[in-house]
């Protein structure tokens, strides 16, 4: 099992524990720098991401924003913006804590594009849905939902002109916690490395109110369950997840779970195969 952590850890490039608020300042500068390049060497001048009100969007968004505000001072243009999407289906049970996010953030633009009406509009023209259970056509269409997000993210970026960012991380990562084609879909991931102890530090450092960055994480995409949190669909903890990929000893039966999942969810990690 060891050799499968240091394989895991060494695929996901996870970032070692941070060494004190020096060192954490010394990574905010280096994933700011990061998301910098990105725009320079693309030629755009607009970063978009959609913010849900959790912890990992609102850290990409605080970094987001100070990339191109850094940008601007520096003189490069005046014209690097950063928009946030909120991007709620119908009614979001936690619309406070988006709006504190975007309030948090203070992004250059921000637009509400509910996806309701496309979600319910494709699942009504999409016949084979009706031979489903109602649990099993509910878990379709919340990866429906994450795919019509992407959908409205890459429209606005086409507008403006810009690159999306995602939100993904090591320990949603190596669960392959994430829609394929749906949040999975990005042009860059500044968040890419870090286990989830190391988002909130990040998020704390970076301004983020304790409400958010303690945040119970979920990706509330099931009407059923609605918040279910994340915790509770992988059947494991992010604090095993997160010791697993830094290398340290956890219970066994949650390594297996972990390892499962990892070599099951592969395919969602890799481009699309060819002959």
């Known amino acids: 099992m060891h050799s499968r952590q240091q394989e895991i850890a060494a695929a996901l490039n996870v970032c070692p524990p941070f060494d004190g608020p020096s060192a954490i300042q010394a990574e905010i500068d280096r994933r700011v720098a990061f998301i910098q390049t990105c725009l320079r060497e693309s030629g755009l001048k607009t970063l978009v991401l959609g913010i849900s009100g959790g912890v990992d969007s609102t850290t990409a968004g605080l970094l987001a924003q100070?990339?191109?505000?850094?940008?601007?001072?520096?003189?490069?243009?005046?014209?690097?913006r950063f928009i946030a999407v909120r991007l709620p289906y119908q009614v979001q049970h936690d619309e406070d804590e988006a709006q504190l996010a975007v309030d948090t953030i203070k992004p250059d633009e921000c637009h509400t594009v509910n996806i309701g009406a496309a979600v319910q509009g494709l699942?009504?023209?999409?016949?084979?849905?009706?031979?489903?259970?109602?649990?099993k056509r509910d878990f379709v269409l919340g990866n429906t939902k994450a795919r019509?997000?992407?959908?409205?993210?890459?429209?606005?970026?086409?507008?403006?002109?810009?690159?999306?960012?995602?939100?993904d991380h090591a320990a949603e990562a190596v669960m392959g916690f994430f829609t394929k084609f749906g949040d999975?879909?990005?042009?860059?991931?500044?968040l890419a490395g870090l286990v989830k102890y190391q988002v909130r530090e990040l998020a704390a450092a970076l301004g983020?109110?304790?409400?958010?960055v303690?945040?119970?994480?979920?990706?509330d995409l099931e009407e059923l369950s609605p918040g279910k949190p994340d915790e509770e669909a992988h059947g494991v903890s992010y604090q095993h997840i997160?010791?697993?990929?830094?290398?340290?000893?956890?219970?066994?039966?949650?390594?297996?779970?972990?390892?499962?999942?990892?070599?099951?969810?592969?395919h969602k990690r890799q481009l699309p195969k060819e002959p």
Do not use: H, W
């Open 242 to 266: 997160d010791e697993f990929l830094q290398g340290r000893a956890i219970p066994d039966e949650a390594a297996r779970i972990i390892v499962d999942t990892y070599d099951k969810s592969a």
């Open 123 to 135: 699942a009504q023209a999409t016949e084979a849905l009706g031979d489903l259970t109602p649990e």
């Open 208 to 212: 983020a109110p304790e409400q958010l």
């Open 148 to 167: 019509i997000r992407m959908v409205a993210q890459y429209t606005i970026a086409n507008a403006r002109q810009g690159l999306v960012i995602g939100t």
């Open 184 to 190: 999975g879909a990005c042009d860059l991931t500044p």
């Open 214 to 219: 303690k945040k119970v994480p979920t990706a």
């Open 66 to 80: 100070r990339a191109v505000e850094g940008m601007r001072a520096k003189g490069e243009g005046d014209d690097y």
